[in-house]
Nanobody, 115 residues
């Protein structure tokens, strides 16, 4: 069973940057594409970025050019570097496999973009 723990969120001003981390337990993580998602209270969770086992990436239009997803299989980790943050990026951010594995949802990490 894989457990995912997100970290790195916080309060940042518009235009600022944050780097989120997702630590995974278990070796199964390394065999799967991974993704970052975000959810605003009352809204559905949306995909932000995905990364294949080979490192190929894909991004939601709303974050393209501002966010970068990466993975470090040696350390069982996935990262999301976020730059030029906007108030609309405020959400709880989660990582999961892609396609998702429902049992793998963690607690997420809150990102708040405000002056």
């Amino acid at each position: 069973q894989v457990q995912l723990v997100e970290s790195g969120g916080g309060l940042v001003q518009p235009g600022g940057s944050l780097k989120l981390s997702c630590a995974a337990s278990g070796s199964l993580f390394r065999q799967l594409p991974m993704a970052w998602f975000r959810q605003v209270l009352g809204n559905e969770r949306e995909m932000v970025a995905t990364i294949s086992k080979a490192g190929e990436t894909n991004y939601a239009d709303s974050v393209k050019g501002r966010f970068t997803i990466s993975r470090d299989d040696a350390n069982n980790a996935v990262y999301l570097q976020m730059t030029s943050l906007e108030p609309e990026d405020t959400a709880v951010y989660y990582c999961n496999a892609w396609p998702i594995v429902r049992a793998w949802w963690g607690q997420g990490t809150q990102v708040t973009v405000a002056p």
